[in-house]
């Protein structure tokens, strides 16, 4: 009887079987404590608090302003290194680029900037939203969430989508050590989809997670008008937290 333990060549001859790759650690992430990140719309109040909070730990960090002394003072303002510049210094010197620009603001500066951002891997944090007395409510872009207008504007960058559901007040605070939310991160590539979910765990009480490509980034925009109607209701600065994971 023959053996079934390794296939046969027409001849009789055995020939090995591949070992099976293991899957990859999904947690087993980069180190990018070495890159440079630049903030657009750091002026701002959720890109000034991520630049602080990624400068306070150990980040690199450059925000960039259409005014470059506005950006510098702000950086001042912030101190860990921080340096500002004008978007498109911002742009150049970084190497990952977070939009954190107004959505009215979002499709024009992004459109300005394409030559500075080929080649940069760019994280889009901006939610599209609309207010009226009933509150926040999601609006949708044309191409379907403000992460795939950024894909759109910039084909020859590497386009993610994540720091969505921030509270800017937390991120602000100094008094605040630990920032306590998982931060949704989606994009096309896996590298980096994890370049970006090591640097949100750069932060403390920070995780990144993977949370599937820009298509579904409409959805993860749009629950920061639930978000915000739930700090309305409880005087509440909530983030979100993944169970089982």
Not at 117 to 122: E, H, I, P, T, Y
Request: aromatic share 4%; charged share 25%; glycine share 10%.
């Amino acid at each position: 009887m023959t053996s079934t333990d390794s296939p046969q060549t027409t001849d009789g001859a055995q020939t090995a079987v591949p070992a099976k790759t293991p899957a990859k650690d999904p947690f087993d992430l980069p180190d990018v404590s070495g890159l440079v990140v630049g903030v657009l719309g750091g002026t701002g109040p959720q890109g000034k608090g991520l630049a602080f909070r990624l400068a306070k730990a150990g980040q690199k960090v450059i925000i960039g302003s259409r005014a470059a002394d506005r950006a510098q003072a702000a950086a001042e303002e912030l101190g860990h290194g921080v340096e500002g510049a004008d978007n498109a210094e911002t742009a150049r010197r970084s190497d990952i680029v977070i939009v954190a620009v107004p959505w009215d603001g979002h499709g024009k500066t992004l459109e300005s900037l394409r030559e500075e951002l080929a080649g940069k891997l760019v994280v889009d944090c901006v939610n599209p939203l609309g207010f009226d007395k009933k509150g926040a409510y999601a609006l949708k872009p044309e191409e379907g969430s403000a992460a795939e207008q950024a894909a759109a504007l910039l084909p020859d960058s590497r386009v993610t989508a994540a720091f969505h559901h921030l509270s800017a007040v937390l991120l602000q605070d100094p008094e605040i050590e630990e920032i306590d939310t998982d931060v949704m991160v989606l994009g096309e590539e896996r590298a980096d989809v994890e370049i970006v979910q090591a640097l949100a765990n750069r932060i403390p009480g920070m995780r990144g997670i993977f949370s599937g490509r820009l298509r579904n980034a409409h959805q993860v925009e749009s629950l920061v008008a639930n978000l915000i109607s739930v700090n309305r209701r409880y005087k509440a600065h909530a983030g979100l937290r993944l169970t089982d994971v």
